[in-house]
Structure formats: structure tokens, C-alpha cells
């Protein structure tokens, strides 16, 4: 229930800001910043860098929402404008891996604590073997169960078929389940 009034809320707000409404578009700003900035500095593994995409990719947001036919598609749409903005950034700076900051197993962007504050040992690990997986499977995981997006939201918000979304899903929960269970899968 809860989860249907965040999406119908976002839906009010992508609408209302698409007619030029000012409070809504800060309001929805303000609701989706930590989601975005989670997913560029899952997909860059980088902070500075990602706050840089995710500013870049506002001004797009806020460029394109008039066009934007259905506000229901909003969350897949500003998530596919996010990967397309760190995927442009790494590419065209060429970052190597090597140079970028160490992800630490606890580090989380802001935000990214439990809405109730609970932090258990389980989820930690768990969250600490997802930091350990490849760009884009901890991005279609992360998608997928922290953001609470559909595989073909998903596939839109990557940028990829959603064949490719669930071939991406298996192996990160394979790499998981594998990493917990003290054994190690390298498949990509």
C-alpha cells in the first residue's frame, strides 16, 4: 500500500511539474536526489563523480519532462537518463577503476540507511557482498530490490533488453548466495 501512494505521489508531482508547476518540480527534486545519487554512485563507484552525473542529468530531466508522455514512466525514464549521463562520463573521461575511490562495505550514500533505522548484521553482509559485484549487476539488483523497479523498468532505466536485466539479476544473486554460503562463483 505504502509503495503505491509513493508512486502515485511521484506521478502528481512529474505531472504538476511538467505544466511549470515550481513547488512541485522542488518537491520532486527532493524526493528523487537520493534515489538517483544511489544509482550513479552504484553505477560509478565514485561519489564526486556521481553528484556531478546526477546534477548533469536534472538539467536534462527538467529539459525533457514536457516531453515525457506518460508521468506513470517517470522513475525508469530520470533512472535511464542517470546511466546514460555516468555512462557518457566514464567513458569520455576514461576512468580506470583503479583510480576511482575504494567502496567501503558500509559506506552508503546519504539516504541509503533503513527508513526505520534498523541496520541487522545480515543485511550489512549483504549489502557489503552487493558493493563487491560488477557495475551493472549491482545496478539491475539494486534497481530491483532497493528501488522497488519491475525488470522492464529496469530494462528502460539501464538501457538494456530485459532479457539482459534477468541474466544480470541471476548472476548477482548467484554471486551472493555463492559469497554467503563460503564457496565463489566468477561467472559474470
Known sequence: MQRDTERILDEYLAAAART???PAWVRLVARWQPRLLR???????????????????????LRGLRRLDDVAAFPAWAFRIV?????RA?????????HLVEIEPEAVMPGEQDAVG???AELAIVRAEMQ??????????????????????????????PG?????????????????????????
Not at 39 to 61: K, N, S
Not at 83 to 87: D, L, Q
Open 118 to 120: 534498523e541496520r541487522t
Open 20 to 22: 511549470g508547476d515550481r
Open 39 to 61: 544509482h550513479a554512485w552504484r553505477l560509478t563507484g565514485h561519489p564526486d563523480l556521481a553528484r556531478d552525473m546526477v546534477q548533469e542529468a536534472w538539467v536534462e530531466i
Open 90 to 98: 566514464l567513458r569520455g573521461r576514461q576512468f580506470e577503476r583503479t
Open 164 to 188: 539482459t536485466v534477468k541474466t544480470r539479476l541471476m548472476h548477482a544473486r548467484r554471486k551472493i548466495r555463492a559469497r554467503l554460503e563460503g564457496s565463489t562463483d566468477e561467472q559474470d
Open 132 to 161: 563487491a559485484l560488477p557495475a551493472p549487476q549491482r545496478a539491475a539488483l539494486s534497481l530491483f530490490y532497493l528501488e522497488d523497479l519491475s525488470v522492464a523498468e529496469i530494462a528502460v532505466a539501464l538501457d538494456v533488453p
Open 83 to 87: 546511466t546514460r549521463s555516468c555512462t
